[in-house]
């Protein structure tokens, strides 16, 4: 670790405390050189797959996204934060678990349609008649006897 006083490359770990949740790990450090210490912290890197939507274009992937288009679906509805934010946490588990760089638009519209159909009947066919774009009424009502 460089130390950001003087940019000597040798430090030494003086103390180490794992936060309370166990996500994060503080150190403590001396530089070696002049002998000031400073504080790092270490948090795990995830890394979400790339999302290639139908146009071809990459993008990263945006929880805010998946939460917003959820709700929307969700409006009015007697569904609870928690319910929400444990689809959205299994979804990105899905994709991690995938150990794919990049997931199809398609696909994750599918991992979303999946948990609405769990939590609310009618927020899965509010969701699903803007993602499969119906073009007519036979088609939604297939959606429904599907159900």
Known sequence: MRCPFCSHTETQVAETRESDEGDVIRRRRRCLHCDKRFTTYERPEIALP???????????????????????????????????????????????????REVPSTKLGEYVMRELKKIDKVAYVRFASVYRSFEDVDEFRQLIREI
């Open 50 to 100: 790339l999302v290639v939507k139908k146009d071809g274009t990459r993008a990263d992937f945006e929880a805010g996204k998946l939460r917003a288009s959820m709700t929307l679906a969700l409006r009015k509805r007697p569904v609870s934060v928690e319910q929400i934010d444990a689809a959205l946490s299994r979804i990105e588990e899905k994709l991690l678990a995938s150990g794919l």
